[in-house]
């Protein structure tokens, strides 16, 4: 679908199956439906970090992507089988520039969850306390302070002397920009005070304040030379300057507010920590407080929220961290964020425009996607140019026809969003908009389906032409040589768009015949528009490069609807080789009338740690259907799949399936899954032959029973804490 966070009308293609099931509250969708939005949006918001972390160009606003990443997460939250350690929830930003050197963040840099309700805050308060086992009426401190819209900073000091700055980059690795953070007065060259650390990473946001954005935009005008969008872009491309001169000459600031590797801290909380960077000679924000309970919490983004406009600088919303630092390392992570800190934001902002058409996408999967073409406007410093309608319901619903003045919006589950109709403006004459019913890339028919159980028709029309239309074969193409899928260089959404209409590749088999049928072809590749004997070259030995590949990866590149990055590793995990998936699919039968439970094969397949029936039907559902086992087989032919790597033994329990069962006393069941996953062990839901050992507390029923009837092993809590050498929290 085109949006404004893309010039090409195909280059979010993915996201036009997310956009189609948005009209859907989370908790009305399908497991297929979920599936395949979460799915799609992976992949849109992944194109979204690179173009906000490593280019400095970001084409949404800040509303727009939290919007997209709360939609995310909602769906993981609804559906938990979708989540896993490859899943965005674990990961961050984007690859660094090859452009700079590049820095190994010691501790990652990770991002914060998200909320955007009072209830939220309430509820997040509620979960910290839950996980440590505290009452309700036990009080955590917590800190609150303005969240700073701008480029993330790492400081690493050694004696007190600045040695190496670096971006956030992908959360693991950024981009050295020591030299031109040397140019911001705010970053002090040398830290003072008796209680430096030998070693720290002091961290930060570099921002621009809205006076000087608007002097330097004055001057680059005057110059005619590039002006910025807002002050966050502006202090990005300064600060990612190849001349750190350019930098030196841009107004940029710097807040300190966390850190990372230290050898010491000089105290034990949040607030104290921060108060002694500002000691050190740092900038500090001076709207950070500390209160104790979420009433305090909402008091203090409501005040910061009535400053915004006269802060100077831009803000976002308001983060919240637990005080104590000692509870923050039992609380520890979760996915990409830690457990004990969010970010509260600030509401979405509306504006008025004209609908001037309505598109129809058509997605990898075939559904259908009306996109609204809108006059642009901007909406808070964020120029809009398009938005989704969700499906032909949604347009009904909302009455939208071309030529209406609407209401859009930045955020909320669709992004951007129609709002409403503004009717007293609609032209004189309009009629209704008519959904159509052949798709726009092949012509086939395009329908609803119907659940033949439950009777619901299927809020997404779909394209019937499946492998013939060429917006599906594209994109199931380009999903398959994708980045996190066999990651071909060099064949990108254009190669593989131009290689399908010139009948070189049809299927992923072609991808590794191409080179052998190129030398016996009448036209070479190399005489070909675009191209020549270096890059057709370059091409054929990336694609040489990719015929062994890891075996996860070859799973994912298939396109198996619900199986994502994190399910795949899953799957092969336990299986180990995509024969042997493939064979465990084949002898499982889903659970029916004859069979309520299934076989054996399918209670081991649900049995793996997140692989429940949905994604288990469709992995079973793929290798039922002959075609797909042929493309699966002409592909092993022209590849070899790299089995994963095990666990290294560094603990008696690394490369152990773990099940924890009853009522842990000294430990959250949270906890004890953190714990074992730290040291190498692999957490099941549930007990089968493939079960190494099970943590029984009181109260332990069904799974202890079957632990015992299979010989599994079996430890009390305290047994646990004795084999893997560490003591339960106080």
């Given at each position: 679908m085109?949006s404004?966070?893309?010039?090409?009308?195909?280059?979010?293609?993915?996201?036009?199956?997310?956009?189609?099931?948005?009209?859907?509250?989370?908790e009305d969708?399908s497991?297929?439906?979920?599936?395949?939005e979460?799915?799609?949006l992976?992949?849109e918001i992944?194109s979204?970090?690179?173009?906000?972390?490593?280019?400095?160009?970001?084409?949404v606003?800040d509303?727009?992507?939290?919007?997209?990443?709360?939609?995310?997460?909602?769906?993981?939250?609804r559906?938990?089988g979708?989540r896993?350690?490859?899943s965005?929830?674990?990961k961050?930003?984007a690859?660094?520039s090859e452009?700079?050197?590049?820095?190994?963040?010691?501790?990652p840099?990770l991002s914060l969850?998200?909320c955007?309700?009072?209830?939220e805050?309430?509820?997040?308060?509620?979960?910290?306390?839950?996980?440590?086992?505290?009452?309700?009426?036990d009080?955590?401190?917590?800190?609150?302070?303005?969240?700073?819209?701008g480029?993330?900073?790492?400081?690493?000091?050694?004696?007190?002397r600045?040695t190496?700055?670096a971006?956030?980059?992908?959360?693991?690795?950024?981009?050295?920009?020591?030299?031109?953070?040397r140019?911001?007065?705010d970053?002090p060259?040398h830290l003072t005070g008796?209680d430096?650390p030998?070693?720290?990473?002091?961290r930060?946001?570099?921002?621009m304040?809205?006076?000087?954005?608007?002097?330097l935009n004055?001057?680059?005008?005057?110059a005619?030379?590039?002006v910025?969008?807002n002050?966050?872009?502006?202090a990005?491309?300064?600060?990612?300057?190849?001349?750190?001169?350019?930098?030196?000459?841009r107004?940029?600031?710097?807040?300190?507010?966390a850190?990372?590797?230290?050898?010491s801290?000089?105290?034990?909380?949040?607030?104290?920590?921060?108060?002694a960077?500002?000691?050190?000679?740092?900038?500090?924000?001076?709207?950070?407080?500390?209160?104790?309970?979420?009433?305090?919490l909402?008091?203090?983004?409501?005040s910061?929220?009535?400053?915004?406009?006269?802060l100077?600088?831009?803000?976002?919303?308001v983060?919240?961290?637990v005080?104590?630092?000692?509870?923050?390392?039992?609380l520890?992570?979760v996915?990409?964020?830690?457990?004990?800190?969010?970010?509260?934001?600030?509401?979405?902002?509306?504006?008025?425009?004209?609908?001037?058409?309505?598109?129809i996408?058509?997605?990898?999967?075939?559904?259908l996607?009306?996109?609204?073409k809108?006059?642009?406007?901007?909406?808070?410093?964020?120029?809009?140019?398009s938005?989704t309608?969700?499906n032909e319901?949604?347009?009904?619903?909302?009455d939208?026809?071309?030529?209406d003045?609407?209401?859009v919006?930045?955020?909320g589950?669709?992004?951007?969003?129609?709002?409403?109709?503004?009717?007293?403006?609609?032209?004189?004459?309009s009629?209704?908009y008519?959904?159509?019913?052949l798709?726009?890339a092949?012509?086939?028919?395009?329908v609803?389906?119907v659940?033949?159980?439950?009777?619901k028709v299927d809020?997404?029309?779909?394209?019937?032409?499946?492998l013939?239309?060429?917006?599906?074969?594209?994109e199931?193409?380009?999903?398959?040589v994708?980045r996190n899928?066999?990651?071909?260089?060099?064949l990108?959404?254009k190669?593989?768009?131009?290689f399908?209409?010139?009948?070189?590749?049809?299927?992923?088999?072609?991808?590794?015949?191409?080179?052998?049928?190129?030398?016996?072809?009448?036209?070479?590749?190399?005489n070909r528009?675009?191209w020549g004997?270096?890059?057709?070259?370059?091409?054929?030995a990336?694609i040489?490069e990719r015929?062994?590949?890891?075996?996860?990866?070859?799973?994912?590149?298939?396109?198996?609807r619900?199986?994502g990055?994190?399910?795949?590793?899953?799957?092969?995990r336990h299986?180990?080789?995509?024969?042997?998936?493939?064979?465990?699919?084949l002898a499982a039968e889903?659970?029916?009338?004859?069979?309520?439970k299934g076989?054996?094969a399918?209670?081991?397949?649900?049995?793996?740690?997140?692989?429940?029936?949905?994604v288990?039907?469709a992995?079973?559902?793929?290798f039922?259907e002959?075609?797909?086992?042929?493309?699966?087989?002409?592909l092993?032919?022209?590849?070899t799949?790299e089995?994963?790597?095990q666990?290294?033994?560094?603990?008696?329990v690394?490369?152990k399936t773990?099940v924890f069962?009853g009522?842990?006393?000294?430990m959250?069941?949270?906890?004890?899954?953190?714990?074992?996953?730290?040291?190498?062990?692999?957490?099941?839901?549930?007990?089968?032959?493939?079960?190494?050992?099970?943590?029984?507390?009181p109260g332990?029923?069904?799974k202890?029973?079957?632990?015992?009837?299979?010989?599994?092993q079996v430890?009390?809590?305290d047994?646990?804490?004795?084999?893997?050498?560490?003591?339960p929290?106080?």
């Amino acid at each position: 679908m085109t949006s404004p966070r893309s010039t090409s009308p195909r280059s979010t293609a993915p996201a036009s199956t997310a956009a189609t099931f948005r009209a859907i509250p989370v908790e009305d969708l399908s497991p297929a439906e979920a599936a395949s939005e979460h799915k799609a949006l992976a992949q849109e918001i992944t194109s979204h970090d690179a173009a906000y972390y490593r280019e400095d160009a970001p084409v949404v606003s800040d509303a727009e992507y939290d919007a997209l990443r709360q939609r995310y997460e909602a769906i993981e939250e609804r559906f938990p089988g979708l989540r896993g350690e490859d899943s965005l929830s674990e990961k961050v930003g984007a690859a660094p520039s090859e452009k700079f050197g590049k820095v190994a963040h010691k501790v990652p840099m990770l991002s914060l969850a998200n909320c955007f309700s009072d209830e939220e805050v309430v509820e997040f308060v509620a979960r910290v306390k839950r996980f440590l086992n505290l009452g309700a009426d036990d009080e955590v401190a917590f800190t609150s302070e303005p969240k700073i819209d701008g480029l993330s900073c790492s400081l690493h000091y050694e004696n007190g002397r600045l040695t190496v700055a670096a971006t956030r980059g992908d959360g693991s690795q950024g981009e050295d920009v020591t030299q031109n953070v040397r140019t911001i007065a705010d970053i002090p060259e040398h830290l003072t005070g008796k209680d430096v650390p030998q070693t720290i990473d002091v961290r930060g946001e570099v921002y621009m304040a809205g006076a000087d954005f608007e002097a330097l935009n004055a001057r680059q005008a005057a110059a005619e030379e590039k002006v910025f969008a807002n002050p966050r872009n502006a202090a990005a491309g300064s600060l990612r300057q190849l001349d750190p001169s350019i930098t030196a000459a841009r107004p940029l600031k710097f807040f300190a507010y966390a850190w990372g590797e230290a050898s010491s801290l000089p105290a034990e909380t949040q607030f104290g920590v921060v108060e002694a960077f500002a000691r050190w000679g740092f900038t500090t924000n001076p709207l950070m407080v500390v209160a104790k309970d979420a009433a305090g919490l909402i008091a203090h983004y409501r005040s910061i929220e009535a400053q915004r406009a006269l802060l100077g600088y831009d803000i976002d919303g308001v983060v919240y961290k637990v005080n104590s630092l000692e509870l923050q390392r039992r609380l520890g992570f979760v996915s990409r964020s830690p457990r004990w800190a969010i970010a509260h934001k600030f509401p979405a902002e509306q504006a008025t425009t004209v609908l001037e058409d309505i598109e129809i996408q058509v997605g990898r999967t075939g559904a259908l996607t009306p996109v609204a073409k809108l006059t642009p406007v901007t909406v808070g410093g964020v120029v809009v140019s398009s938005a989704t309608l969700h499906n032909e319901d949604e347009i009904a619903r909302k009455d939208v026809r071309i030529g209406d003045t609407v209401v859009v919006q930045r955020a909320g589950d669709v992004i951007p969003q129609v709002v409403r109709v503004i009717e007293d403006k609609r032209p004189a004459g309009s009629k209704p908009y008519e959904f159509p019913t052949l798709c726009p890339a092949c012509g086939s028919h395009a329908v609803r389906e119907v659940d033949t159980k439950s009777g619901k028709v299927d809020a997404v029309r779909r394209c019937t032409g499946g492998l013939i239309c060429p917006a599906q074969m594209v994109e199931r193409l380009r999903h398959f040589v994708s980045r996190n899928a066999f990651d071909i260089e060099g064949l990108g959404e254009k190669q593989v768009r131009a290689f399908y209409d010139w009948d070189l590749i049809k299927s992923p088999a072609d991808i590794f015949t191409l080179e052998a049928r190129n030398k016996e072809g009448l036209q070479r590749l190399e005489n070909r528009d675009g191209w020549g004997k270096t890059s057709a070259t370059n091409l054929f030995a990336a694609i040489a490069e990719r015929r062994t590949v890891a075996v996860d990866r070859f799973v994912f590149a298939l396109g198996i609807r619900h199986v994502g990055e994190t399910n795949a590793k899953r799957l092969m995990r336990h299986y180990g080789t995509v024969e042997a998936l493939e064979a465990g699919a084949l002898a499982a039968e889903i659970p029916g009338e004859a069979h309520p439970k299934g076989n054996d094969a399918w209670q081991e397949m649900i049995g793996i740690d997140g692989i429940g029936d949905v994604v288990a039907e469709a992995v079973i559902e793929f290798f039922g259907e002959p075609r797909n086992r042929e493309v699966v087989a002409a592909l092993l032919k022209e590849v070899t799949p790299e089995l994963m790597e095990q666990v290294a033994a560094a603990s008696p329990v690394s490369g152990k399936t773990v099940v924890f069962t009853g009522s842990l006393e000294k430990m959250t069941r949270d906890e004890a899954k953190a714990m074992a996953e730290r040291l190498g062990a692999k957490v099941a839901g549930s007990v089968s032959a493939k079960t190494n050992l099970v943590v029984a507390g009181p109260g332990a029923g069904s799974k202890l029973e079957k632990a015992q009837a299979l010989g599994v092993q079996v430890i009390t809590e305290d047994e646990w804490f004795e084999l893997v050498g560490t003591a339960p929290a106080p």
